[in-house]
């Protein structure tokens, strides 16, 4: 099944810096959507963009697609020591069914004072 | 709402018992996904329902694992016999067709550690 590949692997920046992580897909998309994942607990959905959209703000964050080039980027600006967390891209295929999500490999970031 | 509910959130056994992760949507969401999380293979689909169907199993590793919704209040989640391969985190989540958006409401995770 499709996965998506998300760089960097892991990200450690201070507070207030902007933070980018990467997502890598290999088929056609519906939507990709970005989660959240405080450690141990559950994801968060955060935003969704669909194949139709370049790009979608929501408060501090910026998701961009780019579907020529099968990515998208998530931006967090001015970060906060709460935002420490893995992020997680997630894809709904453009053919079957559109239930069905495929997750990323994740970004770990952790946002220092 | 109390959101997607899961118990037990941490469960340890004994390779070859038969363990059961139980899950409760979001009132009014008409589908229920389950997942399983590891470092070695990330978050992966298992199975999913629809009105209490299952429509998509594709993702359960192997025979030993079974999923039921008997309602659309509550799902479970059944490995036997266990083994130690199996120690992950399992998730549930739930959304509703009802919205526009395909968000995923996701439970708190039960941490199953088989030894």
């Known amino acids: 099944s499709q996965q998506g590949e998300e760089d960097p692997q892991a990200l450690s920046i201070q507070e207030g810096e902007n933070a980018t992580m990467n997502c890598s897909y290999k088929?056609?998309?519906?939507?990709l959507q970005w989660y959240r994942q405080n450690s141990g607990r559950g994801l968060v959905h955060l935003i969704l963009i669909r194949s139709n959209e370049r790009e979608k703000h929501s408060g501090r964050l910026r998701v961009t697609l780019d579907t020529s080039k099968k990515s998208s980027s998530l931006l967090i600006t001015a970060s906060r020591a709460a935002d420490t967390a893995s992020y997680f891209c997630a894809m709904t295929p453009n053919t079957g069914t559109a239930s069905k999500l495929t997750f990323g490999t994740g970004t770990r970031l952790q946002v220092t004072l | 709402d109390a959101g997607v509910i899961q118990s037990p959130r941490h469960e340890v056994t004994e390779m070859g018992q038969e363990v059961t992760l139980r899950c409760k949507p979001i009132s009014g969401h008409d589908y229920l996904f389950w997942y399983r999380q590891t470092m070695m293979r990330g978050l992966e689909l298992l199975i999913y329902f629809n009105n209490n169907v299952p429509i998509d199993d594709s993702g359960m590793p192997e025979d030993r694992f079974s999923a039921k919704m008997p309602n659309a209040s509550f799902s479970t989640l059944k490995i036997q016999p266990s083994e130690p391969r199996d120690s992950a985190v399992y998730f549930c989540a739930s959304r509703s067709s009802k919205t526009v958006l395909y968000e995923q409401y996701f439970g708190p995770g039960t941490r199953l550690t088989v030894t």
């Open positions: 088929t056609s998309i519906n939507n």
